[in-house]
Every structure is written in structure tokens, then in C-alpha cells.
């Protein structure tokens, strides 16, 4: 099993960015892909992107290719999602989420482990 805490969350204005930090707890991190949904209030979770477990291949949203770029250090057990140009329409919880497979995870709203979420603010 794989247990997610995220953190970095917090408040910027449009146009700023952000680095989220997500640090998986064991020693079985390495062998699974990492990604990253979010969801706003009143709306459903979406996909935002996700790593397979070597960290050579990538998936990203429409919304947020160009902008955003996840990465994964399986030395220290944790993801990242590094969030450039960001937009208002990025205000989101943001959680952490591990599947077996990170192209799984681009088509799926349920991966097998869930963080417990990170709060992003865009402010105009």
C-alpha cells in the first residue's frame, strides 16, 4: 500500500506559480505511477497529469500542458507538480494519487490511493 500526504498548496496571483509536494510513506513508491487530479468547488475531480513509475513519461491535461510539469524523485518518496502561468481557473483542491499505470490514470477518475488534497487559490 501507498500512503499520500501533499503539500505546497496556497495562495497566488494569476500569472505566479506554485510547487506542489506530494511524500508517499513505505518503501513501495518505485513501483508505481504518481498523478495528480484536482477539484473545484461544485465540480468534479479531474485528471491533471501523471508520471509512470521510471519518471520518463509523462500525461498532462489539455488545460494544463505548457504550464505544468509533474516529476517524481523515488530516492525520496515523493512527486512533484510544478505549476506555472497559473490561471484563476486553476483554484482547486489538489490531491496526490497512485495506479499501476500512469496512462490508467489519465482515463480515470479512480486511482487505487488518494492523498488527502492540497488547496490552490488563483487570485485575479
Known amino acids: 500500500q501507498v500512503q499520500l500526504v501533499e503539500s505546497g498548496g496556497g495562495l497566488v496571483q494569476a500569472g505566479g506559480s506554485l510547487r506542489l509536494s506530494c511524500a508517499a510513506s513505505?518503501?513501495?513508491?518505485?513501483?508505481?505511477?504518481m498523478g495528480w487530479f484536482r477539484q473545484a468547488p461544485g465540480k468534479e475531480r479531474e485528471f491533471v497529469a501523471a508520471i509512470n513509475w521510471s519518471g520518463r513519461t509523462t500525461y498532462y491535461a489539455d488545460s494544463v500542458k505548457g504550464r505544468f510539469t509533474i516529476s517524481r524523485d523515488n530516492a525520496k518518496n515523493t512527486v512533484y507538480l510544478q505549476m506555472n502561468s497559473l490561471k484563476p481557473e486553476d483554484t482547486a483542491d489538489y490531491y496526490c494519487?497512485?495506479?499501476?499505470?500512469?496512462?490508467?490514470?489519465?482515463?480515470?477518475?479512480?486511482?487505487?490511493?488518494w492523498g488527502e488534497g492540497t488547496q490552490v487559490t488563483v487570485s485575479s
Open positions: 494519487a497512485a495506479n499501476p499505470t500512469a496512462q490508467a490514470m489519465r482515463d480515470t477518475k479512480s486511482p487505487t490511493y
Open positions: 513505505g518503501r513501495t513508491f518505485s513501483g508505481y505511477a
